[in-house]
Nanobody, 128 residues
Framework: QLQLVESGGGLVQPGGSLTLSCVAS????????IGWFRQAPGKEREGVSC????????NYADSVKGRFTVSRKDDKNTVYLQMNSLKPEDTAVYFC?????????????????????WGQGTQVTVSS
């Protein structure tokens, strides 16, 4: 069964950058739209960004537009989340998740229920 593995989290100062990676294990990301979600202590898990499989169309939460960039590696089996100008409020556990790509629909960012496989998460802490 397809599993997703995140990496790249860590501690960074405000204004700094991190790049998260999401890699498939036990399968490929073919036909999956990939979403990035985050969950801070005491808060609900929220959608951050996502990317379609067939068109590489991207979608972003308003809170990260202009600072975060989601992309796929050329072989489409790795998805990245480049995070710039990080703020303390970006501190959270970040998860990647896969949803069946329903071309031509844009990947779902608000509906976590459409994602069928999830990684274990990677901690991002933004602090001075």
């Amino acid at each position: 069964q397809l599993q997703l593995v995140e990496s790249g989290g860590g501690l960074v100062q405000p204004g700094g950058s991190l790049t998260l990676s999401c890699v498939a294990s036990g399968g490929t990301l073919a036909n999956y739209a990939i979403g990035w979600f985050r969950q801070a202590p005491g808060k609900e898990r929220e959608g951050v960004s996502c990317i379609n499989y067939y068109t590489d169309t991207t979608n972003y939460a308003d809170s990260v537009k202009g600072r975060f960039t989601v992309s796929r590696k050329d072989d489409k089996n790795t998805v990245y989340l480049q995070m710039n100008s990080l703020k303390p409020e970006d501190t959270a556990v970040y998860f990647c998740a896969g949803a069946w790509d329903r071309y031509p629909d844009i990947c779902p960012l608000l509906d976590k229920g459409k994602y069928v496989t999830w990684g274990q998460g990677t901690q991002v802490t933004v602090s001075s």
